[in-house]
């Protein structure tokens, strides 16, 4: 079976058990730009972010031996990539700014027929979230994990991380709308 085509757990059971370099090196590029989107949504730094995507997989490489086989390897990931974004913030001992300027970075926009300033206002906005709800807005709606694994990325239960998104996604509305 050819790399490319293979899932994401099809690639960790083969880096898991066999050290397979071409599975690893697979998920890194299949994985890595999505990783370093959403430290830098956080961090606001290119270099920071990249580090941070690099300690991710590092962290993953520590810990293959622990992968759970079949076990889906996005939520983990994250997982990872959460827990290494808030040691950073521990250490350097400050909470997440507001720099990220995704039409500065290149991505694109939600909807391709959304301005650069649409963009512009809908990120500004989820950056204005409080952390604990962005991280649920950035794991759901910018990484597309579902309620059930931004639940396990975050460590509390379904039913927080619907309530944070209701909550966010109600700021969102009413910020964007023009609203309180």
Same mark, same amino acid.
């Given at each position: 079976m050819?790399?490319p085509e293979?899932?994401?757990e099809e690639?960790?059971?083969?880096?898991?058990?066999d050290?397979d370099?071409?599975a690893?090196?697979?998920l890194?590029?299949r994985?890595?730009?999505?990783?370093?989107?959403?430290?830098?949504r956080f961090? =606001?730094s290119?270099?920071?972010?990249q580090d941070?995507?690099q300690?991710?997989?590092?962290q993953l %490489? @520590? &810990?293959?031996?622990?992968?759970?086989?079949g076990?889906?390897l996005?939520p983990?990931?994250?997982?990872?990539?959460a827990?290494l974004?808030?040691?950073?913030?521990?250490?350097n001992?400050?909470r997440p700014?507001?720099a990220?300027?995704p039409v500065?970075? =290149?991505v694109?926009a939600?909807?391709?027929l959304?301005?650069?300033a649409?963009v512009r206002l809908? %990120? @500004? &906005?989820?950056?204005?979230?409080?952390e604990?709800?962005?991280?649920v807005v950035v794991?759901h709606?910018?990484?597309?994990?579902?309620?059930?694994?931004v639940a396990?990325?975050m460590?509390?239960?379904?039913s927080?991380?619907?309530?944070?998104?209701h909550r966010?996604?109600k700021k969102?509305?009413?910020?964007?709308?023009?609203?309180p």
């Amino acid at each position: 079976m050819a790399l490319p085509e293979a899932s994401d757990e099809e690639l960790m059971a083969r880096y898991a058990t066999d050290g397979d370099r071409a599975a690893f090196e697979a998920l890194f590029h299949r994985h890595g730009p999505r990783l370093q989107g959403y430290f830098r949504r956080f961090v =606001g730094s290119d270099p920071i972010a990249q580090d941070l995507a690099q300690q991710t997989f590092l962290q993953l %490489h @520590r &810990a293959r031996r622990d992968y759970r086989l079949g076990a889906p390897l996005r939520p983990w990931l994250f997982t990872i990539a959460a827990n290494l974004r808030r040691e950073h913030f521990r250490r350097n001992r400050r909470r997440p700014e507001t720099a990220y300027d995704p039409v500065r970075h =290149g991505v694109p926009a939600v909807q391709p027929l959304a301005t650069t300033a649409e963009v512009r206002l809908l %990120h @500004r &906005a989820v950056d204005a979230l409080p952390e604990h709800e962005r991280e649920v807005v950035v794991l759901h709606w910018f990484e597309g994990l579902s309620m059930a694994e931004v639940a396990a990325v975050m460590g509390v239960s379904r039913s927080a991380v619907k309530v944070r998104a209701h909550r966010a996604y109600k700021k969102l509305r009413a910020q964007l709308e023009g609203g309180p």
